[in-house]
């Protein structure tokens, strides 16, 4: 791409990411914050599928923030949130504190682990969620399996 052509920066850090040079699934930061009064915020981009091929089912990722947000903060009491990608390709993860991939990745794998483990999807009702209904433990669990099963190469982010 020349640079006539290169899309303007934006301020999204991820809408700088050339979505067409990764490989998912992944493990990267996405962003890194100093706050004024000195804490840092680390942003996790968790990709389980590659951008523009294949996307999560709606329910699959609806369970997997309910259950990576629930089963995270047993292994971590840095997480501030767990949001999924309008694409439903991934996840953002937010920590308190300056991380890297290398220290956050058994904290996601000991996750993962618990899901694939788990006999229900928490607060998958509507008295807790606002379309309780709208759930699938078994896609979730498989969609856990298939990123577990790449844990060798979570920080490589490029296909290059």
């Known amino acids: 791409m020349t640079e006539q052509n290169r899309p303007p920066r934006m301020n999204v850090e991820s809408f700088n990411l050339d979505h067409r040079t990764v490989a998912a699934p992944y493990l990267r930061i996405a962003d890194r914050k100093e706050l004024p009064g000195g804490d840092v915020l680390t942003k996790f981009d968790v990709r389980f599928t590659q951008p523009n091929v294949a996307h999560l089912e709606s329910e699959t990722v609806h369970s997997l923030e309910h259950m990576m947000a629930e089963h995270m903060r047993n292994h971590s009491d840095v997480v501030l ?62 969609a856990a399996r298939v990123f577990l099963a790449e844990r060798g190469s979570w920080e490589q982010v490029s296909a290059a």
């Open 81 to 142: 949130d767990v949001s999924p990608m309008g694409c439903r390709t991934g996840f953002y993860v937010l920590l308190i504190g300056d991380h890297t991939t290398e220290s956050f990745a058994p904290t996601l794998e000991a996750t993962l682990r618990d899901l694939v483990a788990a006999d229900e999807v928490p607060a998958a009702n509507e008295i807790q969620c606002g379309w309780g209904a709208h759930h699938t433990l078994e896609g979730a669990q498989e």
